[in-house]
């Protein structure tokens, strides 16, 4: 969720500048801009770069950053749903991850201000699963998604061939990242997501 934005430019406008000046006191990314002046001389070519924007320093107050979702949060939104139950036990498996109980090659757990999401790296890309703190995000359930074309012909085997009522939105193993499908949260079991997640891991 740490995002820099960079934009080249051969001349910057005075209005450009007020608005990543606005963007950067105001918001937690930063936007920076490169005015490319450009010489020649002769034989000679010279491009020099000015950078801006990277001399604004935040401050910002504590109401603006956005705070992680709790347990209790997830359990609450999906215990209206009736899947209190199926909630928690992607949740123990989220923290069995980040306090060591469940150990597995190239498997993290973090949570976003939306999401517990579960990423497996492999073969320089990567597959995350996400459960979303509101239950009727996209539909619902949890969102499986691979960034790399390297990881998706894995992935997209082992996560159908797991999870048969997973009915995938896209077949593109030449996208850079692509959202593979949801896993309804009254098909999930642990013995299965356990599974897929050692399956993902190797190769």
Not at 87 to 94: K, P, S, T
């Amino acid at each position: 969720g740490s995002f820099k934005f960079v934009v080249l430019m051969d001349t910057l406008h005075e209005q450009l500048k007020n608005l990543i000046l606005f963007l950067n006191q105001n918001s937690e990314f930063d936007v920076y801009a490169v005015e490319l002046k450009y010489y020649k001389y002769d034989s000679f070519e010279i491009v020099i770069p000015k950078l801006f924007g990277s001399e604004v320093k935040k401050d910002l107050t504590q109401k603006t950053k956005l705070a992680l979702p709790t347990d209790d949060d997830f359990l609450n939104a999906y215990a209206k749903q009736g899947q209190q139950k199926e909630a928690q036990v992607f949740l123990d498996v989220f923290h069995d991850l980040n306090e060591g109980r469940l150990t597995l090659d190239g498997v993290s757990a973090h949570k976003t201000p939306k999401t517990c999401t579960i990423t497996v790296r492999q073969n320089n890309g990567k597959t995350t699963f996400s459960l979303y703190v509101d239950p009727m995000f996209e539909g619902g359930g949890i969102d499986v998604w691979t960034y790399g074309n390297s990881a998706w012909t894995r992935a997209y085997k082992v996560v159908t061939d797991s999870i048969p009522s997973l009915r995938p939105t896209a077949a593109l193993a030449n996208q850079n990242y692509a959202r593979m499908g949801r896993w309804a949260l009254k098909h999930f079991s642990r013995k299965s997501f356990e599974m897929i997640l050692r399956d993902l891991t190797s190769v």
